[in-house]
């Protein structure tokens, strides 16, 4: 990744479950070149839309809900997606969100706990970066050190043709 600030992306549900708000407050420490562009809706939207107009960071933009035909664009323009679970969460998932960003050759960052099942895919398939939330909230900057360590040489596809078998009956 160049000299030019790291530009990640967020697409998706803020609600509970993504902790997104959680994310921010910690997000808002980091000194480093990142810019974070987030698109979505749900319950914690207000509360992310307050949050951002009082403290008017420069490196978050919110820009709400995005169209379905936009998405491809946006994410040309982004070097991670970024996937946040609640601590909380306790039952395996996998978010819809993984998928679009791996069609989109879009290598991950993922702040979860240790548990979480998104770590081991993460992990096994070379599909990104993970962070566990507990050092993220110790160190931020910890997220600009492990997506500049991540090899992103990966053919096209591969990773989304990858992780579409491991999860979709055939």
Known sequence: ISASPIKLVYIGNLGPAQDI??????????KKKIELDIYGNGSDREILSSKL???????????GSIETHKITTVLQKSDFGLITLSQRLKMPILPGKLLTYL???LPVIVISSRE????HFIDEY?????????????????????????????????????IRTQISPE
């Open 103 to 105: 069609e989109n050759n």
């Open 116 to 119: 979480s099942m998104i770590k």
């Open 53 to 63: 107009g009082e403290t008017r960071p420069n490196n978050i933009r919110y820009h």
């Open 126 to 162: 070379n599909l990104g970066a993970w962070l566990e939330h507990t050092k993220f909230e110790q160190d931020p900057e910890l997220i600009i050190d492990v997506m500049n360590k991540y090899d992103s040489n990966i053919k096209k596809n591969e990773r989304y043709d990858l």
């Open 21 to 30: 708000l959680s994310f921010i407050e910690i997000f808002l420490k980091i």
